[in-house]
């Protein structure tokens, strides 16, 4: 596949992509691409919807409160989502927004809120962090939008889960400090990936989880980390050792 081009405009769009297809950009599009970027009719940028691959695509026409674009060719095929499951306790807004923006571009295919005993945020924005999905999608290059589930509990996540999938989840009690090891242990290449919140799973929770064949516990390190940072260290090292780097 192509490498992305860094150098343009990228836009999300809904509407299906295909030589000649004529769409207009959304309202708040419109007014970023004529008034902040002050793109005029001829302007060229991409688009791409998480279907169909990524389009050149050019501005035909401009008015006060919208921009009419038409596609002219495919310039990326489109690429498969990812087979990351990534499931994290929803965290404080700011917070959030970064953890979900970084999963997005270290390739996590599902997003899954997850319930648990210490989860502080009750209820979790899907609009907010489909936003923020697709702000990462746009800025790194991403075809594969990720789906974004509704929050279950722990429980039930563990009840439906698939059995040959493995769920490696982060235990700050774990034995060791190096991760490495645990994860080149791990036969299954179906992963799913379970950060807990700020206060960390609780005891009942930590034995549950280490109850069932397809959990493996890894480590994240010496040291103490918030929920946030250990997001992002988690997917890094597991892409690392055992994903698709």
């Not at 992305?4 to 836009?11: L, V």
């Not at 516990?217 to 929920?227: E, F, M, Q, T, V």
Request: proline share 5%; net charge neutral.
């Amino acid at each position: 596949m192509m490498r992305a081009n860094y150098k343009m405009q990228r836009i999300f769009v809904a509407d299906n992509l295909s030589p000649g297809t004529a769409f207009s950009a959304s309202p708040t599009q419109s007014h970023y691409l004529s008034h902040v970027l002050r793109l005029g009719e001829g302007a060229e940028l991409l688009a791409f919807n998480g279907r169909d691959g990524e389009w050149l695509v050019r501005i035909t026409t401009r008015t006060k409160k919208a921009v009419h674009l038409a596609a002219l060719e495919q310039t990326r095929e489109q690429s498969e989502t990812p087979d990351l499951v990534y499931c994290f306790a929803p965290l404080k807004q700011g917070r959030l927004d970064y953890l979900v923006q970084k999963a997005v571009e270290m390739g996590a295919g599902v997003l899954q809120p997850v319930a648990t005993q210490h989860t502080q945020v009750a209820k979790v924005g899907i609009d907010r962090i489909r936003s923020n999905v697709i702000e990462a999608a746009e800025q790194c290059g991403i075809l594969a939008v990720p789906e974004i589930r509704e929050t279950v509990r722990l429980d039930r996540l563990l009840a439906d889960w698939e059995p040959d999938r493995c769920l490696i989840f982060c235990d700050e009690d774990a034995e060791t400090n190096n991760p490495i090891a645990k994860l080149q242990a791990i036969p299954a290449r179906k992963l799913g990936l379970l950060v807990g919140p700020e206060g960390g799973f609780s005891d009942d929770e930590r034995r549950m989880l280490r109850a069932l064949p397809f959990v493996a516990a890894i480590p994240l390190g010496p040291r103490i980390l918030r929920a946030d940072t250990a997001a992002v260290a988690a997917l890094a090292v597991v892409q690392a050792t055992i994903g698709d780097w």
